[in-house]
Antibody
């Protein structure tokens, strides 16, 4: 059974850094395309970052240069290093696995974690 | 970036109703559109991928259609567990973008 569990959230001051982790079970993170998606309180969904099995990564413009996505094969985990955090980064952050059969896209997000809240405030 | 606009933003319906939600993309995206369901306090759930493909485990009362810029999600007979917020997502080009959501209420 596929499971994704995010940890590492919390309250952080503007300008600070935080690293989110997503522990996976039931599959190997390195062999799948993985994503981070966020949702500000009471708002809609925003795609944040992608790490393909090939190692290629991509970012939303709003986080490019500040956030870094990575993975650890030995821990079977996905990470999101978030630097220079701003108030508008406040959100629930989800990790999600892309499914196959998506016509060549990595965007079919079939499995999601429960989400972790990041609050950026002084 | 490709913008996706959902309508309506909310709707009231009753159990057994047929419900249709639409999504319009700002440029043609072929069939590269997905639909998700999100219940309060929960992660989204993939319902329909690539415009019309039903995700495994999703009831057959959900269906999707469309091509190009205009897409629809249809719930043929609304059930109590279907009251939720629904999002479309274009995956034609990066950054993938979501619609603003449609809240289906009683």
């Amino acid at each position: 059974e596929v499971q994704l569990v995010e940890t590492g959230g919390g309250l952080i001051q503007p300008g600070g850094s935080l690293r989110l982790s997503c522990a996976a079970s039931g599959f190997i993170v390195s062999y799948k395309d993985m994503n981070w998606i966020r949702q500000a309180p009471g708002k809609g969904l925003e795609w944040v970052s992608l790490l393909q099995s090939s190692g290629r990564s991509d970012y939303a413009d709003s986080v490019r240069g500040r956030f870094t996505i990575s993975r650890d094969h030995s821990n079977n985990s996905l990470y999101l290093q978030m630097n220079t955090l701003r108030a508008d980064d406040t959100a629930v952050y989800y990790c999600a696995m892309s499914s196959g059969g998506c016509m060549g896209s990595s965007g079919c997000l079939a499995y999601w974690g429960q989400g972790i809240l990041v609050t950026v405030s002084s | 970036d490709i913008q996706v606009t959902q309508s309506p933003s909310s709707l009231s319906a009753s159990v057994g109703d047929r419900v249709t939600i639409t999504c319009r993309a700002s440029q043609t995206i072929g069939i590269y559109l997905n639909w998700y369901q999100q219940k309060a306090g929960k992660a989204p759930r993939l319902l329909i991928y690539i415009a019309s493909h039903l995700q495994t485990g999703v009831p057959s009362r959900f269906s999707g259609s469309g091509f190009g810029t205009d897409f629809t999600l249809t719930i043929s007979s609304l059930q109590p567990e279907d009251f939720a917020t629904y999002y479309c997502q274009q995956i034609y080009s990066s950054p993938w973008t979501f619609g603003q959501g449609t809240k289906v209420e009683i």
